[in-house]
């Protein structure tokens, strides 16, 4: 996958990163997930892309850039997601760092994937700014 493959929607999903076993409990399983989003992608330019994260209850504007593949690592996105004026995300930031996942050369049917983090750049409400979950985006 390239960075200019990366348009479109994808679903999003970030983890509290908490390295307790969760075991065939369900319910702290679910409690792992941080967020569950969709992400929409339009490629601006070979490094550039803009877009939204939408939630139900709200959502975040995105800004990012493209950094292309090198001779030792895969492309990169690197993504600021900022509140819309009006709504109840106004004020928040955060940011976003993912490259693709591996693409397996005998995988059978693999959806392109991004894999990264994610911080809370600014605090909103109670919650703090410094917050990393980590995240996976599977493309639709």
């Not at 504007?61 to 106004?90: C, H, N, Y």
């Not at 917050?131 to 493309?139: I, P, T």
Request: glycine letters at 14%; zero cysteines; aromatic letters at 10%.
């Amino acid at each position: 996958m390239a960075g200019a493959d990366i348009g479109g929607k994808w679903t999003y999903r970030s983890f509290n990163n908490d390295p307790a076993l969760v075991g065939n409990d369900g319910d702290k399983a679910l409690r792992l997930i941080f967020a569950e989003a969709i992400f929409n992608f339009e490629i601006v330019s070979p490094t550039e892309l803009k877009g939204t994260i939408d939630w139900e209850g709200g959502g975040l504007d995105l800004k990012g850039l493209i950094q292309p593949a090198d001779a030792t690592e895969s492309f990169r996105v690197k993504i600021i997601g900022t509140g819309r004026p009006g709504t109840g995300t106004a004020g928040w930031e955060y940011d976003y760092d993912a490259g693709p996942a591996y693409t397996w050369p005998n995988g059978v049917k693999q959806v392109p994937a991004l894999v990264g983090s994610v911080i809370r750049a600014k605090p909103h409400g109670a919650s703090p700014a410094g917050y990393v979950a980590s995240f996976v985006a599977v493309k639709h």
